[in-house]
């Protein structure tokens, strides 16, 4: 695979304010899925779901996290309207050379088991090394898990250093093989394939909009 590859409504009225919303739900849960592999983030009663597939080292992945896109998709899931599953690629390792996306896997990993998950992954896209660059070191994630306030401490730290979820890393890589993702990001919402790498669709402000509207999970 290649990075360049790819690399019910809920009404919204007067009375549904988004920060009156957001104060009244707080903390979006996080959690493994039954899977073993699908990291869910979400709350109980979101009508859809955007199922995200990334590589930490993709420098795609991060033109997608900085676009209008993602920010409507992360303002969506917090507010209920969608909730976003992930699941995390490390095929740059191999043909890059070197262990990056494997250890940011692993890193990320442990912020999930501290309630952390999708902070920390906000963290690591908005400081992405060069792709070429193996930069995702141990001691780069856990200087940037510094930046979540109450992700460090004995348990992840431990974890981001010994490669804890080692197995994790290779079973949410095999998990991508096994659903024929061809490049990263790749982004099917409610099972439907929506995009492969960036276009409008998913990375404008009008265009997440849309996709999501169209397929129920908003509206305005």
């Known amino acids: 695979m290649s990075a360049a590859a790819a690399c019910g409504n809920a009404p ?7 920060e009156l919303r957001r104060a009244a739900a707080g903390p979006v849960p996080e959690k493994l899925d039954a899977d073993g592999t699908t990291i869910h983030v ?7 779901t955007m199922h995200v597939y990334e ?35 490390s095929f740059l390792d191999d043909g890059l050379g070197g262990g990056g996306s ?7 990993r442990a912020a999930l088991e501290e309630g952390h998950f999708a902070e920390y992954h906000d963290v690591l896209y908005a400081h992405q090394p060069e792709e070429s660059v193996d930069g995702y070191t141990t001691a780069r994630l856990l200087a940037l898990a510094s930046k979540v306030e109450g992700l460090r401490g004995p348990a992840f730290d431990k974890a981001v250093r010994t490669m804890r979820y080692a197995d994790f890393v290779a079973e949410s890589e095999a998990a991508v093989e096994k659903d024929r993702i061809q490049g990263t990001p790749s982004f ?3 099972d439907e394939l929506i995009a492969n790498g960036t276009d409008d669709t998913v990375t404008t402000e009008a265009g997440m909009n849309l996709t999501l509207i169209t397929r129920g999970s908003r509206q305005f």
């Not at 979400?42 to 859809?48: Q, S, T, V």
């Not at 033109?63 to 995390?88: H, I, K, M, N, Q």
């Open 188 to 190: 099917y919402l409610d």
């Open 42 to 48: 979400g709350r109980k009663l979101a009508m859809g």
């Open 55 to 89: 590589d930490p080292r993709c420098p795609v992945c991060k033109e997608f996290e900085d676009s209008d896109g993602a920010r409507v998709l992360r303002e969506s899931t917090e507010l209920g309207y969608v909730s976003t599953d992930y699941t995390l690629a």
């Open 12 to 18: 919204r009225t007067g009375e549904d304010d988004p």
């Open 102 to 108: 494997k250890r940011a896997v692993n890193a990320l």
